[in-house]
């Protein structure tokens, strides 16, 4: 295994669906239910049974609109706000109205959802204003539920295959993608009608503080190949410079307290033991307010369940230990540290791109259409705004139907078999070298930089001196990178998408010359925001091989907000009583 | 420039006698996300070949005979 061999195949579907995490396998399964006789082929750099964001399962939803408890009308006015207006609010209400049905198809996957002793969906509050958390029992079995479907629709499986370019028609059409095997360097053309890209969040951009390149928050296969692939193929990114930024135990990449312990009586502290912000739902503001707190003479910042019973404690644990990041017991223990005894110390996570958590994404429609025709996009990677697991699932499914419609109308369109030879020779370059320099170094140094330059608060020079540093690192990347064996491609491969991804945010962030989402996009320079000038969307997109970036009317609301709601979540610090 | 190597301490550890690979199994090698594992040439048995672990447990918890153990890498304890 890991030897480079030669070798090119390709093969036809009507549907192509790229990453097997959350919404692809929803999307294969979807594409396949509404149209049996369509070919539809679900496409993973990893295995399905055990990739993505949700590899080991998730502990709730938290963005279900459950009927009693929440309307598609009260959510979608929640995450317009929670995203500082800038939202189109077609895909969000979308998502809302269809969310319940995707809840009880989960739920006939054999998927639990917690109920009361009345029966009723146990629905907590977590966010500023609505209930939209429901905990699942049996969140560890999601993945094995989801591929036991996908066997039974005789979805076709490709696993070990990294999507690296698609390919499109003359028209501009989407046409396919070009795919490397990780362990045999062999190539796969994938012609296709349709294609749907669900690559997840753009993950590995920050180096995480510990210095450990594998410890970030995103699984860490999630190096943004699909925001790369997007963009090479001309669609349009919107919102790049809102980035993710998640807060963290201190050292390890599970999630703090908002949606599981916050329910039960935890909360965010700071040094004193005190509650510093009003909701601990993850928006750019809040994180702008846990920022601050780090900074203070009161930080660093804490999760504090010590004063909690200890039976209750055991429930969290029986909850975080494990589902979703079942080794964060075993870092507990390492370190000596209990819930019962101390807060725990936490601390803000890497950058990253991702709509699932903020709304930095490729750009999408209700249909989950991207710019480019036959391109479609769901999940994290997806612009739909804090759209969360339940997001991907829905939106995938929308993504799945809509293109497999699309494709019993179209032919397989042509490609240009040059540019595979192109793709072919760019993709194998570092492995014709004797001498250079490993990915690993490579990656080491770019998400270094990202860090020292590209992390909030944005300073425009600071932003301008990184992107002359990851233009030298690009460079090497291009003209002295070497590599020995096919697991080491897929790596090198990953650094390039980083390396766009990277381009990007700086690219996104000096355009947006105005303050937005709190923490996320904290330019400094521009401290505040620009209703008048910049209340739209960023879009970036390749054009002439060039990035631009321009702005996009954001789209007029469906459902109105009030001029005195519209700032309800920058009131997040608990103001000092007298 | 020759390439050197840095030695790593690797947190997935595989217990050989537990492990039964040399039979034929390979479900940790499949379902690593990452895919950092591998089968060894000289002793039949999985081991952690790529430093590049998520510490996210599937090898752990998949592993038929339970001969795998995922601890904290070292640069997060």
Redo the contacts between chains.
């Keep these: 295994m890991d030897e480079i061999k030669q070798g090119l195949s390709e093969i036809e579907c009507d549907v192509l669906v790229i990453g097997g995490g959350t919404a692809g396998p929803m999307a294969a399964y979807k594409a396949k239910r509404r149209n049996p006789k369509a070919r539809v082929v679900l496409l993973e750099k990893a295995n399905v049974k055990r990739s993505g964001a949700i590899a080991m399962g998730m502990d709730g939803l938290n963005n279900a609109v459950v009927p009693g408890f929440a309307t598609p009308e009260q959510y979608t006015k929640e995450i317009t706000i929670a995203n500082d207006g800038i939202c189109d609010q077609a895909p969000v209400y979308k998502y809302a109205s269809r969310c319940f049905d995707v809840i009880q198809e989960l739920d006939s996957f054999g998927i639990k959802f917690q109920k009361t002793e009345n029966g009723d969906f146990d629905v907590k509050k977590v966010h500023h204003l609505g209930s939209y958390v429901l905990p699942m029992p049996n969140g560890e079995t999601v993945k094995k539920a989801l591929y036991r479907q996908l066997r039974r629709e005789k979805v076709l499986i490709s696993n070990r295959y990294m999507a690296t370019r698609l390919l499109t028609a003359k028209d501009g059409r989407i046409a396919g993608v070009i795919a490397v095997n990780t362990r045999s360097a062999e190539f796969l053309v994938l012609r296709a009608k349709t294609v749907i890209l669900c690559t997840g969040a753009a993950g590995r951009l920050g180096l995480p503080q510990s210095g450990y390149l594998w410890g970030t928050y995103e699984n860490a296969t999630n190096s943004g190949d699909g925001y790369a692939m997007a963009y090479h193929a001309g669609a349009g990114l919107a919102n790049i410079e809102c980035y993710q930024i998640n807060p963290l135990i201190k050292d390890y990449n599970g999630p703090a307290c908002a949606y599981v312990a916050g329910p039960f009586g935890a909360y965010t502290a700071n040094s004193e033991g005190n509650r510093f912000i009003e909701c601990d739902y993850w928006s750019g503001q809040m994180m702008q307010e846990f920022y601050n707190e780090l900074q203070s003479g009161k930080g660093p910042v804490f999760l504090k369940l010590n004063h909690l019973h200890s039976d209750t404690v055991g429930q969290i644990e029986a909850v975080l230990h494990k589902v979703e990041r079942p080794s964060r017991g075993r870092f507990h223990e390492n370190r000596g540290t209990n819930y019962r005894e101390k807060m725990i110390e936490m601390h803000i996570s890497e950058i990253g791109l991702c709509s699932g958590h903020s709304a930095s994404g490729v750009f999408v429609d209700e249909f989950a259409r991207t710019t480019v025709t036959g391109l479609y996009s769901a999940g994290d990677m997806a612009s739909v705004p804090h759209n969360y697991m339940l997001g991907a699932f829905t939106n995938g499914a929308v993504a799945g139907e809509h293109a497999v419609d699309f494709a019993a109308e179209v032919d397989v369109p042509d490609y240009d078999r040059d540019d595979v030879v192109r793709e072919q020779e760019r993709v194998l370059a570092p492995t014709q070298r004797d001498d250079g320099i490993p990915p690993n170094q490579l990656e080491y140094k770019a998400r270094r930089l990202v860090n020292d330059y590209l992390q909030p608060p944005k300073v425009t020079a600071k932003m301008q001196i990184g992107q002359a540093r990851l233009a030298e690192v690009r460079d090497d990347l291009d003209n002295a990178m070497v590599v020995r064996d096919s697991h080491e491609l897929m790596r090198a491969l990953e650094v390039s998408s980083i390396l766009d991804c990277a381009d990007m945010a700086a690219y996104a962030s000096l355009f947006r010359t105005e303050s937005r989402w709190g923490l996320y996009h904290n330019r400094v320079d521009y401290p505040e925001k620009n209703e008048e000038d910049w209340f739209c969307h960023s879009i970036l997109s390749k054009r002439d091989g060039r990035m631009t970036a321009e702005k996009r009317a954001v789209e007029p609301y469906l459902v109105p907000i009030d001029e005195s709601e519209r700032d309800a979540y920058d009131r997040q610090r608990i103001r000092q009583h007298a | ?3 050197a190597y840095a030695p790593t301490t690797v947190p997935v550890v595989v217990d050989d006698v537990k492990c039964i690979a040399d039979k034929g199994c390979t479900v940790c090698v ?6 950092v594992l ?1 089968i060894s040439d000289l002793t039949g048995k999985a081991y952690m070949k ?1 430093d ?7 090898c752990e ?2 592993c038929p005979t339970g001969a795998v153990t ?4 070292y ?3």
Excluded at chain 2, 70 to 73: D, E, G, L, M, Q
């Design positions: 420039m020759p390439i499949d379902v690593c996300p990452l895919d591998r790529y590049e672990c998520w510490y996210c447990m599937p918890t998949d995922v601890n904290i890498p640069l997060l304890r």
